[in-house]
């Protein structure tokens, strides 16, 4: 997985047919779907239940871009080796998750996968610094984590600005998850975003029969960006 700074859509599957969900993938991605994200949450460290590591390698034999595991669960370590072997490519740890942050990161490294930092809306950039080394992704939330379908939180766009500031000429992802259509989707790229993360903006109006709507959604939200 080399490392480009070009925008990427990373559909999120949480808004996908839950019945369908191979086939979904790969409509999506024959659509034009950069990578595929997928939201992990445990009922504790947000108010939701979603999937698990055998869900993971399932559809990982139906991703033939990047599996983009967002880990919305505390604790995290316990995990990491199986979503791992679970197929994913990244692997991205709430700072707000455990005590240990570096340590969790240095973990999904060892464990082969990239690595990646969440930070919540009220979270701010002062534990970050030290730990731009060990990641290979920030990932900000533009909504509160938990459900989709939320509306965007403006306030995070000068966290993304000063974030890539801070991130300078390291490789480092910048990724946007929450509330991104295609109004939203320039205003973050243009502070440095580069990976946006889209459930209702690109699934809406489209199904396994019918996956144009797909595309469409993906090319609104690039042309959007693109001006």
């Known amino acids: 997985m080399s490392f480009d700074r070009s925008l990427k859509i990373a559909p999120s599957i949480l808004s996908a047919d839950f019945a369908n969900f191979g086939q979904e993938i790969e409509a999506v991605e024959?659509?034009?779907?950069?990578?595929?994200?997928?939201?992990v949450m445990d009922g504790h460290f947000v108010p939701n239940l979603?999937?698990?590591?055998?869900?993971?390698?399932?559809?990982?034999?139906?991703i033939n871009t990047v599996m983009d595991v967002h880990l919305?669960?505390?604790?995290?370590d316990p995990y990491i080796d199986a979503f791992a072997d679970a197929g994913a490519d990244i692997l991205t740890a709430h700072l707000e998750s455990g005590p240990h942050i570096h340590r969790t990161l240095q973990a999904i490294r060892g464990a082969g996968c990239k690595a990646g930092l969440a930070l919540n809306p009220a979270t701010g950039l002062d534990d970050v610094e030290y730990l731009l080394d060990m990641v290979d992704l920030v990932c900000i939330m533009t909504?509160?984590?938990?459900?989709?379908?939320q509306k965007f939180i403006h306030s995070q766009i000068e966290k993304v600005r000063k974030l890539r500031a801070m991130i300078g000429d390291r490789p480092i992802h910048i990724e946007i998850d929450g509330g991104v259509t295609p109004e939203t989707a320039p205003l973050v790229a243009e502070a440095g975003a580069d990976v946006l993360v889209a459930g209702s903006a690109v699934f809406k109006g489209g199904s396994v029969g019918n996956p144009a709507p797909y595309g469409d959604n993906i090319r609104a939200i690039k042309a959007a960006v693109q001006g």
């Open 72 to 76: 919305m669960i505390a604790p995290v």
């Open 30 to 39: 024959a659509q034009g779907a950069d990578w595929i994200h997928v939201d």
């Open 50 to 62: 979603t999937f698990g590591p055998p869900l993971c390698k399932a559809i990982r034999k139906h």
């Open 143 to 149: 909504v509160n984590p938990g459900f989709g379908g």
